[in-house]
């Protein structure tokens, strides 16, 4: 891997953080009246298999989309104006923050219903496949994903098919507020349930980035030759209350010890000192990162005040 | 004109709309096997073989959003479900992701994928393989859901989803795939939205559905032994639903029964009965009456099979009671499904 790519790595990390952060400072005024589910600490994941894509392989997420979005290239100002609820969003204000969009750069869909996109997934990688096309598809879920039955559905599905689609659960432990332990059988792993169905899947540690890029690229490599379906297990961790803006650790389901554990794992500070280490960056490189990113996010936050809400008059536009 | 069975003008329907539109593919358990649903898939497996008619492993919702997935990129998906009952499986894709896929997504364009759901009639097919879903699929913006009665229009409607820009449902009533009937040998499309009438009267409205609009009309012939000019309206489609015609029928008419293959309850002839008090009131000269299964789940045993189902005989008794309450039907034709014994 390249200097360069290793640097863009840390660098899309950073930018992701830094939007992330200022929406949710901005957040309690009220004015992105959508419920927002932050990545602040799972940035690792979705810039390590976005940064393995092609710009013309496409992805699918969930609930919480935001740096998935953002990691394939998904327009910044039409995120935040989405969230804005603007006219000028990426699903014209229709959509809200747990459905973002943006074709163009290969976001092709977010759903808030778990295990949606799995499928979804599918079916894009099974047409790529009929096409005679060399894209792939990737769909990011949650571990809570797991306990659906269409995970299992689906698996069997794009094994059997053959399909090239990359599987990415980000295992932050949670679903909502309930641990994984008190919702799946601790003694099988959720890579080796993936693995039952006869593909190749494996564990990441999903807090670092260049560990997630390698395993990205074998899966891509993997199912772009025609292999069929890659399973990644990548563990993380969510920082943020799970939906909203606000820190959770005193309402009882997790403690500030097991939060603070995390952020000292923190997947930013990781691929920065190691950068640093390896001497690819200098600290004043990547002090500059988050003040460009920084400019980015504000600029796209006066124009998504600035734009137009939609027309009232176009309420029911787009039904059929 | 030359005629075909309701199952072969779905048939040709496929294979027609197949060959001029490269990205339509078939999937549905069982489209490739030696039944081919009913003959409805067998000729289009034949001719175009298993890259585009293809087995599908069980799984109903994840097939409906690897459908989706599909049609997000180009293709034109035609799910087929030999049992509409099994489509609860896939309600959350059908109803959370495909059906709002285009206004949540900023209307950049929808999922064009064809469902296609078989009710089942007949030789005690029970609780969980004869009932018929529209009044659940109709509640959905961003979907659009046609009951064929006729060849005809089995083959239009199908023609027309196959062309549409979004997910539609069509329902198919077992009993009528026999049935035989003038088909357009061309590719011409019935529109969704639009009823048709199916035989002109002037004393009473009947509304029918699917396989109710065809009872709906023996039910008229019945009725002239007892004077009774009963119009007859097949809405085909009840998402969009064609509203304008049953208010034109009423201002002839003024009295009105629903015939419905489903429950009365928040169903179509509770939808067709609130159109007439909303835009027809001026022109009601009797109450709406409804003509719809009994509620409760339908049975198998033969004669409560038989009460289950509306019938010609229950329709015209109906109008009778709107028209001319206290006379008696006498005798009424044989049920619709009195020979049948499978396939199911």
């Given at each position: 891997?390249?200097?360069?790519?290793?640097?863009?790595?840390?660098?899309?990390?950073?930018?992701?953080?830094?939007?992330?952060?200022?929406?949710?400072?901005?957040?309690?005024?009220?004015?992105?009246?959508?419920?927002?589910?932050?990545?602040?600490?799972?940035?690792?994941?979705?810039?390590?298999?976005?940064?393995?894509?092609?710009?013309?392989?496409?992805?699918?997420?969930?609930?919480?989309?935001?740096a998935?979005?953002?990691?394939?290239?998904?327009?910044?100002?039409?995120?935040?104006?989405?969230?804005?609820?603007?006219?000028?969003?990426?699903?014209?204000?229709?959509?809200?923050?747990?459905?973002?969009?943006?074709?163009?750069?290969?976001?092709?869909?977010?759903?808030?219903?778990?295990?949606?996109?799995?499928?979804?997934?599918?079916?894009?990688?099974?047409?790529?496949?009929?096409?005679?096309?060399?894209?792939?598809?990737?769909?990011f879920?949650?571990?809570?994903?797991?306990?659906?039955?269409?995970?299992?559905?689906?698996?069997?599905?794009?094994?059997?098919?053959?399909?090239?689609?990359?599987?990415?659960?980000?295992?932050?432990?949670?679903?909502?507020?309930?641990?994984?332990?008190?919702?799946?059988?601790?003694?099988?792993?959720?890579?080796?349930?993936?693995?039952?169905?006869?593909?190749?899947?494996?564990?990441?540690?999903?807090?670092?980035?260049?560990?997630?890029?390698?395993?990205?690229?074998?899966?891509?490599?993997?199912?772009?030759?025609?292999?069929?379906?890659?399973?990644?297990?990548c563990?993380?961790?969510?920082?943020?209350?799970?939906?909203?803006?606000?820190?959770?650790?005193?309402?009882?389901?997790?403690?500030?010890?097991?939060?603070?554990?995390?952020?000292a794992?923190?997947?930013?500070?990781?691929?920065?000192?190691r950068?640093?280490?390896?001497?690819?960056?200098?600290?004043?490189?990547?002090?500059?990162?988050?003040?460009?990113?920084?400019?980015?996010?504000?600029?796209?936050?006066?124009?998504?005040?600035?734009?137009?809400?939609?027309?009232?008059?176009?309420?029911?536009?787009?039904?059929? | 004109?030359?005629?075909?069975?309701?199952?072969?003008?779905?048939?040709?329907?496929?294979?027609?709309?197949?060959?001029?539109?490269?990205?339509?593919?078939?999937?549905?358990?069982?489209?490739?096997?030696?039944?081919?649903?009913?003959?409805?898939?067998?000729?289009?497996?034949?001719?175009?073989?298993?890259?585009?008619?293809?087995?599908?492993?069980?799984?109903?919702?994840?097939?409906?959003?690897?459908?989706?997935?599909?049609?997000?990129?180009?293709?034109r998906?035609?799910?087929?479900?030999?049992?509409?009952?099994?489509?609860?499986?896939?309600?959350?894709?059908?109803?959370?992701?495909?059906?709002?896929?285009?206004?949540?997504?900023?209307?950049?364009?929808?999922?064009?994928?064809?469902?296609?759901?078989?009710?089942?009639?007949?030789?005690?097919?029970?609780?969980?393989?004869?009932?018929?879903?529209?009044?659940?699929?109709?509640?959905?913006?961003?979907?659009?859901?046609?009951?064929?009665?006729t060849?005809?229009d089995?083959?239009?409607?199908?023609?027309?989803?196959?062309?549409?820009?979004?997910?539609?449902?069509?329902?198919?009533?077992?009993?009528?795939?026999?049935?035989?009937?003038e088909?357009?040998?061309?590719?011409?499309?019935?529109?969704?939205?639009?009823?048709?009438?199916?035989?002109?009267?002037?004393?009473?409205?009947?509304?029918?559905?699917?396989?109710?609009?065809?009872?709906?009309?023996?039910?008229?012939?019945?009725?002239?032994?007892?004077?009774?000019?009963?119009?007859?309206?097949?809405?085909?489609?009840?998402?969009p639903?064609?509203?304008?015609?049953?208010?034109?029928?009423l201002?002839?008419?003024?009295?009105?029964?629903?015939?419905?293959t489903?429950?009365?309850?928040?169903?179509?002839?509770?939808?067709?009965?609130?159109?007439?008090?909303?835009?027809?009131?001026?022109?009601?000269?009797?109450?709406?009456?409804?003509?719809?299964p009994?509620?409760?789940?339908?049975?198998?045993?033969?004669?409560?099979?038989?009460?289950?189902?509306?019938?010609?005989s229950?329709?015209?008794?109906?109008?009778?009671?709107?028209?001319?309450?206290?006379?008696?039907?006498?005798?009424?034709?044989?049920?619709?499904?009195?020979?049948?014994?499978?396939?199911?």
């Amino acid at each position: 891997m390249t200097t360069d790519s290793r640097e863009n790595l840390l660098r899309d990390m950073v930018r992701i953080r830094r939007v992330e952060e200022t929406l949710a400072e901005l957040y309690p005024s009220g004015e992105m009246r959508t419920p927002t589910h932050f990545s602040i600490g799972q940035e690792a994941v979705a810039v390590g298999v976005c940064g393995a894509l092609r710009r013309d392989d496409v992805v699918y997420s969930g609930h919480r989309c935001h740096a998935h979005y953002l990691a394939k290239g998904g327009d910044l100002r039409g995120m935040v104006a989405e969230l804005y609820g603007r006219e000028t969003g990426c699903a014209r204000g229709r959509g809200g923050s747990v459905h973002l969009n943006d074709p163009a750069a290969g976001v092709i869909a977010s759903s808030a219903i778990l295990g949606q996109t799995m499928a979804v997934a599918v079916g894009t990688a099974l047409a790529f496949t009929m096409d005679g096309r060399d894209h792939v598809a990737v769909t990011f879920f949650g571990d809570g994903t797991v306990e659906e039955g269409i995970f299992h559905e689906t698996l069997n599905f794009a094994v059997m098919r053959r399909v090239p689609v990359l599987f990415v659960c980000e295992n932050n432990g949670f679903s909502t507020h309930t641990r994984l332990d008190v919702r799946q059988p601790a003694s099988v792993s959720i890579h080796a349930r993936a693995a039952s169905y006869g593909m190749p899947a494996r564990l990441v540690d999903g807090n670092d980035v260049f560990a997630v890029h390698a395993a990205a690229r074998e899966a891509v490599a993997h199912a772009r030759g025609g292999a069929g379906p890659f399973f990644l297990e990548c563990t993380t961790y969510r920082w943020r209350e799970h939906v909203g803006p606000q820190w959770d650790y005193d309402k009882g389901y997790r403690t500030k010890a097991e939060v603070d554990a995390w952020i000292a794992r923190c997947p930013i500070r990781h691929a920065s000192e190691r950068l640093l280490s390896e001497g690819v960056c200098t600290p004043s490189q990547i002090a500059a990162m988050g003040r460009a990113s920084q400019i980015e996010v504000d600029e796209a936050v006066a124009a998504a005040r600035a734009a137009s809400f939609p027309a009232v008059e176009d309420l029911t536009l787009g039904t059929v | 004109m030359r005629r075909l069975t309701y199952g072969q003008a779905i048939s040709e329907a496929t294979v027609q709309c197949m060959e001029a539109d490269p990205s339509i593919f078939v999937a549905g358990i069982g489209v490739d096997d030696f039944k081919g649903i009913f003959g409805t898939t067998a000729e289009a497996f034949r001719r175009f073989g298993p890259a585009r008619v293809f087995d599908i492993p069980n799984g109903e919702n994840a097939m409906t959003g690897i459908a989706i997935g599909a049609a997000a990129v180009g293709k034109r998906p035609l799910v087929v479900h030999p049992r509409n009952d099994f489509m609860f499986l896939c309600m959350d894709q059908l109803f959370n992701l495909a059906a709002k896929w285009r206004y949540m997504f900023g209307d950049r364009g929808g999922v064009p994928i064809v469902f296609r759901g078989i009710v089942g009639r007949g030789w005690g097919q029970g609780a969980t393989h004869s009932q018929s879903l529209q009044a659940l699929f109709a509640h959905f913006p961003g979907l659009s859901v046609g009951l064929p009665a006729t060849p005809a229009d089995a083959k239009g409607l199908l023609v027309s989803a196959l062309q549409g820009s979004g997910p539609v449902v069509l329902l198919e009533n077992r009993a009528l795939y026999e049935l035989e009937g003038e088909v357009p040998e061309g590719l011409e499309a019935v529109p969704f939205g639009q009823g048709k009438v199916v035989r002109a009267g002037t004393d009473i409205t009947i509304v029918g559905i699917s396989l109710m609009a065809y009872e709906a009309a023996r039910a008229a012939e019945i009725l002239l032994q007892h004077n009774v000019s009963a119009e007859v309206i097949d809405l085909r489609s009840v998402r969009p639903l064609d509203a304008a015609i049953i208010v034109r029928s009423l201002r002839k008419t003024g009295r009105l029964v629903v015939a419905d293959t489903s429950w009365a309850l928040c169903g179509v002839s509770a939808e067709v009965a609130a159109i007439a008090a909303e835009k027809a009131w001026p022109y009601l000269k009797a109450p709406v009456r409804r003509v719809t299964p009994p509620d409760c789940p339908a049975p198998v045993s033969r004669p409560l099979e038989d009460a289950f189902h509306p019938n010609p005989s229950t329709i015209a008794q109906a109008c009778l009671d709107v028209l001319k309450a206290g006379t008696p039907l006498g005798a009424g034709v044989a049920d619709v499904q009195a020979t049948f014994a499978g396939p199911y």
